[in-house]
């Protein structure tokens, strides 16, 4: 008893957790401690504080955005009051963005929030420079006249716009930036094997397995990885050094694995069979990511390019290395298995050896690309270098459309808009009345169905629609989008408190994700429909 007391440490220092990583640990377990830092670091503009912008400003004050501006020159009136949260009767008659600002700022202390007086007419007078120290712009509900040439200039400056818009039980969001690349996009797996093509420390290991001659416990615990690797020796031994590759080679191959089980208890064998399809995949640069590597982004740096692509180049070259054998990095994952402890050990050393030794490849090319550009060794760290190898499977280039290409379609969106339309239900009807709505704001200063619920506004609405669906291509308004109009009609410009509050969700997932480079976000737009509880993305 007395050697096991003196075995235990006689002090042990508590993992001390501070109240920052409790107050946020839901989402550092979503985007770990560098996404909760480049949410933290941002600051976001609201371009009118009405319901659906002041909810999803609501859920991104919660998880910690670090600043926001609400712009807004309005009143709040009491139609403002019924639908946002964020307004109460003492806010009638003041202004609405300054009161929702107040309002949202005591959800989270942490987020700084303010306000500014500005109308719609001003924004695109102001000093561009003006626009540089937001990180994002949320515009929602605003004409295109003023609209584009905010984006135009957003555009330009690199600055990601999300555009939202919600009337009566429909919903449209957009974003617009011109790039947006994913290192993190979080995949199933990161798990890459690597069975038909080890290197020479793998393939030590495993054949150093002599199942023949292990006893009945020891071969239940023999790792599938090692498992698979015997048994393709054995298989291309007999297969003039081929692979598996039919249907029938690949159930011939598990047979093959199956007349080795010795016990019910040879768990590991029906681990190997089951990994078979993934096993005997050949091993390759995925198409879009070689497309990736080849882009022109990469492949003709300048002072200006980003990590993301300087990276990509470091990868690129590193693929037509001797050191690689024409593949990617390995990431050095290794899928939990039935093995004993020793044996899956050794099994992730050897993996992750071999990542490593690529990272440092990788690393060593990526200061010598940052040197040749001026720049310093230090500006791409050790941990960004490792998160892109690890990811390199999974990478992501997002190139949007700009909002001016969207109003004005080329003819193959036309032709998806147009086919769009033929479908039963589709939402792109919705996509179309929102477009008419706009029309009929500008030239009406108003909403539809705002004055008096009258036909008028319906056959106006609908002649709008037809103009729109004439220039690209259209001829008429079919049921289902005279039904759409219909509705906006009805809704008169009025927002719904349980749609702003889903488009608040939607859009504030999507801003999150495009902060923090983390996740795939939406490209690049879509549409919800309330009455049938639907919702469709298209690139547009």
Not at 152 to 181: C, D, M, Q
Request: glycine fraction near 6%; aromatic fraction near 8%.
């Amino acid at each position: 008893m007395q050697q096991i007391i003196d075995d235990v440490p006689r002090s042990v220092t508590p993992h001390i957790v501070s109240a920052r990583d409790r107050k946020y640990d839901r989402q550092l377990r979503l985007w770990a401690a560098n996404g909760q830092a480049a949410l933290e670091e941002a600051h976001v503009l609201l371009l009118t504080a009405s319901a659906a912008g002041a909810e999803i400003l609501k859920n991104l004050v919660l998880p910690g955005t670090g600043s926001f501006t609400v712009a807004d020159d309005k009143l709040a009136t009491e139609d403002d009051v019924d639908v946002n949260f964020f307004l109460d009767e003492s806010s009638i008659g003041q202004l609405r963005g300054a009161k929702v600002a107040e309002f949202l700022q005591e959800l989270n202390a942490d987020s700084v929030g303010r306000s500014e007086n500005l109308t719609l007419s001003q924004l695109d007078k102001l000093d561009p420079s003006y626009w540089e120290q937001y990180s994002l712009v949320i515009a929602h509900q605003i004409r295109p006249s003023v609209l584009l040439p905010i984006s135009k200039l957003l555009w330009e400056k690199k600055i990601p716009l999300v555009v939202s818009n919600s009337i009566g039980f429909y919903a449209r969001l957009r974003i617009i930036t011109p790039e947006h690349s994913v290192v993190e996009s979080h995949p199933d797996s990161t798990v890459d094997l690597r069975l038909d093509c080890p290197w020479p420390e793998l393939e030590e290991f495993a054949y150093e397995f002599k199942l023949e001659e292990l006893a009945e416990m020891d071969h239940a615990h023999v790792p599938y990885l090692v498992l698979l690797l015997l048994y393709l020796k054995q298989w291309k031994e007999t297969h003039n050094g081929e692979s598996p590759s039919t249907y029938a080679e690949k159930n011939e191959f598990k047979a093959l694995i199956r007349s080795g089980v010795q016990s019910n208890d040879d768990e590991n064998f029906e681990e190997a069979i089951n990994t078979v399809w993934r096993a005997t995949q050949a091993t390759t640069i995925p198409s879009d990511i070689q497309k990736i590597l080849n882009d022109s982004r990469a492949q003709n740096l300048g002072v200006t390019s980003s990590k993301f692509w300087i990276l990509a180049r470091a990868v690129s070259d590193f693929t037509k290395s001797s050191a690689s054998g024409g593949l990617l990095p390995l990431s050095g994952s290794v899928p939990d298995m039935k093995a004993d402890t020793t044996s899956y050990v050794t099994l992730q050393s050897i993996y992750r050896t071999k990542a490593r030794k690529d990272r440092d490849w990788v690393a060593g090319r990526v200061n010598e690309l940052l040197l040749s550009l001026g720049r310093s060794a230090a500006a791409i760290s050790g941990d960004e270098v490792d998160t892109f190898c690890k990811f390199s499977r999974n990478l992501v280039v997002l190139d949007y459309r700009s909002l001016e290409d969207e109003y004005m379609p080329s003819t193959a969106n036309s032709k998806k808009i147009l086919r769009e339309l033929e479908e039963e239900n589709s939402l792109m009807s919705v996509y179309v009345g929102f477009r008419a709505v706009e029309v009929f704001e500008e030239r009406e200063g108003r909403y539809p169905g705002t004055l008096d619920y009258t036909e008028d506004d319906e056959v106006i609405l609908e002649a709008i629609a037809l103009e729109i669906i004439t220039s690209i291509g259209g001829s008429v308004v079919n049921e289902r989008t005279s039904s759409v109009l219909k509705e906006f009609v009805r809704y008169g410009g009025g927002e719904l408190h349980n749609i702003s509050s889903l488009l608040g969700g939607i859009g504030a997932q999507e801003i999150v994700k495009i902060i923090t480079r983390q996740y795939v976000p939406l490209a690049n737009t879509t549409i919800f429909d309330g009455i049938q509880s639907v919702s469709a993305v298209w690139e547009l």
